[in-house]
Nanobody, 122 residues
Framework: VQLQASGGGLVQAGGSLRLACTTS??????MGWFRQAPGSEREFVAI????????YYAESVKGRFTISRDSAKNTVYLQMNDLSPEDTADYYC??????????????????WGQGTLVTVSS
């Protein structure tokens, strides 16, 4: 099982980036993104959950980030708009099958992609 993340980079405040995470080997009920800034713990960003592609977001990104899932391509996207320096972090995609009440918990996810760095300059 592999999760391959891509799309990070350097962007100015107010700009946009799109991250992608492609999975191989299996599918998951929950797919999404966490992030970790230097000196901080890894935190929940957004998850899309099947069936039905229900989406869940951290309060800090609601209205700015959009997560979507292309099942045919086994890929999850994170469209990030109106970025701010506070969004600077390594972003990790995650796959798991945990219950709804635990989707924001990193321990729920067995499978992780490599981090992709997002840097937002002021």
């Amino acid at each position: 099982v592999q999760l391959q993340a891509s799309g990070g980079g350097l962007v100015q405040a107010g700009g946009s980036l799109r991250l992608a995470c492609t999975t191989s080997g299996r599918t998951f009920i929950n797919m999404g993104w966490f992030r970790q800034a230097p000196g901080s713990e890894r935190e929940f960003v957004a998850i899309v959950r099947r069936p039905g592609s229900h989406t869940y977001y951290a309060e800090s990104v609601k209205g700015r980030f959009t997560i979507s899932r292309d099942s045919a391509k086994n890929t999850v996207y994170l469209q990030m708009n109106d970025l701010s320096p506070e969004d600077t972090a390594d972003y990790y995609c995650a796959g798991g099958d945990g219950i709804l009440s635990a989707i924001r918990n990193t321990a729920t996810y067995r499978f992780w992609g490599q981090g992709t760095l997002v840097t937002v300059s002021s």
